[in-house]
């Protein structure tokens, strides 16, 4: 086996367990241990650092940055949604810790903005030539 192909069996396998182990944090937390649900954080953590493989968007969201703890709306997180000007922000907050995590979520574009980068001009071509 080559070297790509034994690293994309590394990040295979490291994602299928931290995906268990965010199901049975949730799990856990929802029966009432959480200490149990930081541990499994914990590991999430810990396998995703030794095989350097990003966590996925929709499990970094959820795994607390300052207590590792698995956060469950409705169980020890709070969800809000706030809106800043044209953005809409999520609010979660760790009840156990009381970390806050925002992130930009929708960005409405105003009426006659153009979708490029801004304050970048095209120039154009006259069609006549001099």
């Known amino acids: ?15 299928e367990r931290m995906e268990i182990l965010f199901k049975l944090g ?11 649900a930081r541990r499994y954080g914990e590991l999430i953590r810990r396998i995703s650092m030794r095989t350097r493989v990003k966590l996925p ?4 969201r959820w ?13 020890n997180a709070r ?12 609010v979660t907050k760790c009840l156990s810790c009381g970390w806050i995590h925002r ?9 006659g903005e153009a979708q490029g980068s801004p304050g970048k001009v ?8 001099s």
Request: with cysteine.
């Open 79 to 90: 969800v809000r949604t706030r809106r800043d000007g044209r953005a809409l922000r999520v």
């Open 63 to 75: 795994v607390c940055k300052y207590c590792h703890i698995i956060m469950v709306p409705g169980f």
């Open 1 to 15: 086996m080559n070297r790509r192909r034994v690293r994309e069996l590394i990040e295979d396998i490291a994602l």
């Open 103 to 111: 992130y930009q979520f929708v960005v409405k574009k105003g009426h």
């Open 122 to 129: 095209e120039k154009r071509e006259s069609s006549e030539q």
């Open 26 to 36: 949730i799990e856990a937390v929802k029966h009432g241990d959480y200490e149990l």
């Open 57 to 60: 968007r929709e499990m970094k």
